[in-house]
């Protein structure tokens, strides 16, 4: 059993971070809606919501929804993206009166994009670009933050402290340009003053090299899965590297996804959607225990229970709400703009004309 008193750091921890996040959440809004203003575009999806006199009327309208009734279907997945899989398992799909079944494949973006899947939960860091070019694919919510699922981890002796002593050094990532963990190193270097692009040298080295690659030298940092590195940062082998503010893993990191027409052609059945998974990731962050050990008897997640709770309290499942999700996405879109990680426009205010359709509130 988890002590009382780490749960009592894991409840601290989340009511200061959810403080933390209003707080941001506030400040970007008050900087992008500047910024829509000089673009002269407001999101649409601001006013996406649909209302109704009263029941009869909203499930008279649902009927005329072409996938009214229909098997709806979200990406199998595990880990921090599992809360499609529990939304179902959990029943919280059927509480909104929706079928459902899970879709395995490769890829979630290729799963949205070509409809294979009408919803996910995955790495904004992964999606956001493709949405962005052309795939098919929108943003209707927040799922988790970055704390608890990437880190950046460097040799128990390394001299580096901070993300700030970066600078110039070598780092394993287990993805090229564009993919998902290079977009997350990315934007944790820039944050603190780092061209990711120039003043360090980014080395595509998969996760079970990364570590004896760094106790060779070859690199002096890699960012890698919390639940990766978990045992051997508890055993001395490896430390994680933080910001000196302590808050760069504080942003959010994985959001809800939907195929772009099915939310377009089917706004009730996309917000029931969307909804369920909400309730199933409010869920697991308010029983953290009884959702981990649900998760590991699933497969879902892999390790000791010990490990898991923790990652999983770190996470925060579903403290975003769709303003805090649309500060954070609206900033991340800027960076990527201002990186040179997207560079089919320039405009963050288009980009979330695009790309971020809220629901389930």
Known sequence: MVSNRFMRSAVVCAVAFTFFVFLFSCAKKMQSGSQGSQSGSVSPAASSVLKFANAEEELETWKKEPRYNDTLRYFISDGCTAGVVVADKKGF?????????????????????????????????????????????VFVGG??????????VVPANSPIKYIEDLKGKRISCPNGRGASDFNITARLLDAYGIDPLH?????????SA???????????????????????????????????????TNQICCAITMNGTFVKENPITAGKMARAIRNALDWMRENPEEATDFLLKEGLNSGSREKNIELNALMSFGMYSNIMTEGELRAIANDYVRIGLIVTESDAGRIMDRVWRPLGE
């Open 199 to 207: 003043d360090v040298e980014i080395k595509v080295i998969e996760n």
């Open 210 to 248: 990364s570590v004896p690659a760094m106790e060779r030298g070859d690199v002096d940092c890699a960012i890698l899965g919390e639940s990766f590195v978990y045992d051997m940062v508890r055993e001395g082998r490896l430390r994680k590297v933080n910001s000196k503010d302590g808050m760069s």
């Open 93 to 137: 799909y059927a509480k909104e009166g929706l079928k459902v079944e899970g879709f395995k494949g490769k890829s979630d973006v290729e799963a949205l994009g070509l409809g294979k899947a009408d919803v996910a939960i995955g790495h904004i860091s992964k999606q956001l670009v493709p949405a962005v070019n052309g795939t098919d694919l």
């Open 143 to 152: 799922a988790h933050r970055l704390s608890g699922c990437k880190t950046l």
